[in-house]
């Protein structure tokens, strides 16, 4: 199960059940770039530098908008934004290599809002995720400072002008600590992270959605339930894709075949749970028709509540 859990991380970050679906924002070079969520968390799905036309940041000598053949993909306006409500970003700090010498060039994100939890740690502090029934798939983090508004309480402005802090290793330090627990507890320490800015007042943000997963031997009913929210199916499977899930008193011929699947389960399940606070899905070949016909399989659903 876990290795279906890592394997899920990109299927849940491009799930369906967006709140706010391709916004896009243009940014001429040396100003900010603001994203933002009215509700939910930035999810970037591309970010380009460069220039692809010439009315856009236009008001620069022609020579410098004649090119309209330059555009390179950058991710560090997704490292930076995701999983946050709002992200500014002075883009001359980015440090983006130059793809088009003296052309006048402009930054162009098209983002997503997705539902998820953010949480905010002061340096030295620490605090815990909790998922309850469910698993913890972190979506970003940072330990730094990335603006001037948070963790500020009785400190000088000294310690607190760099807003361009970042330490590269969070994410992948924090994912390692939380992917797939129920609860997991972080600390805002240098400890940790290591110092990214000696001198400034850092704090830690980590972003994270609570997925579940239920496993339904077949000729058994699936139930899956939000409470009072609701259902967005991630990933489905009816059939077998190992040999010892619902395998207790089967014969070894009904559980030897270990590649067997329903491509469109998901789509049956979604159709049935979607936007629902709880559903039922039977495990059978009535509903999903037979992908292996003598093995004995089940059906596996991630979801998530929003
Ligand atoms: C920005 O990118 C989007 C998606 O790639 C594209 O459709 C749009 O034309 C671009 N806008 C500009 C001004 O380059």
């Avoid at 060039?105 to 309850?132: A, F, H, M, P, R």
């Avoid at 309480?153 to 969070?170: E, F, I, R």
């Avoid at 007042?201 to 077949?218: D, F, G, M, P, Q």
């Amino acid at each position: 199960m876990l290795s279906l859990r890592l394997t899920l991380l990109t299927l849940l970050i491009a799930a369906s059940g967006w709140l706010v679906s391709g916004e896009n924002m243009i940014t001429c070079y040396g100003n900010v770039q603001h994203l933002a969520c009215d509700t939910g968390l930035i999810k970037v799905r591309s970010t380009t530098y460069g220039r692809t036309n010439r009315d856009t940041c236009n008001a620069r000598p022609a020579s410098e908008i004649a090119n309209t053949n330059c555009a390179l993909k950058i991710s560090t306006i997704a490292d930076r934004c995701n999983g946050l409500r709002e992200c500014e970003v002075k883009t001359d700090l980015l440090g983006n290599p130059d793809p088009c010498f003296g052309t006048y060039k402009y930054y162009n994100t098209t983002y997503d809002c997705i539902s998820g939890q953010n949480i905010v740690i002061c340096e030295q502090g620490y605090s815990t995720l909790n998922c309850g029934d469910g698993y913890i798939q972190i979506i970003n983090a940072n330990y730094g400072r990335a603006n001037a508004v948070t963790c500020v309480n009785g400190l000088p402005s000294s310690v607190l002008q760099n807003t361009n802090c970042y330490a590269p290793s969070t994410f992948s330090k924090v994912a390692s600590m939380c992917n797939g627990k129920t609860t997991c507890t972080v600390d805002a320490s240098y400890t940790i992270f290591t110092d990214p800015c000696v001198g400034t007042a850092k704090y830690l943000s980590v972003s994270y959605i609570c997925h579940r997963s239920i496993v339904t031997c077949e000729g058994n009913t699936a139930i899956l339930t939000c409470g009072d929210r609701r259902i967005n199916a991630v990933s489905a499977n009816y059939g077998r894709t190992d040999s010892t899930t619902c395998s207790s008193g089967r014969p070894a011929n009904q559980i030897s075949n270990t590649n067997c699947y329903t491509p469109d389960a998901l789509n049956k399940v979604a159709a049935r749970c979607n936007g629902q606070s709880s559903c039922s899905v039977p495990a059978t070949n009535d509903l999903f028709s037979d992908p292996c016909y003598g093995t004995y399989k089940y059906l596996t659903v991630v979801y998530y509540c929003s």
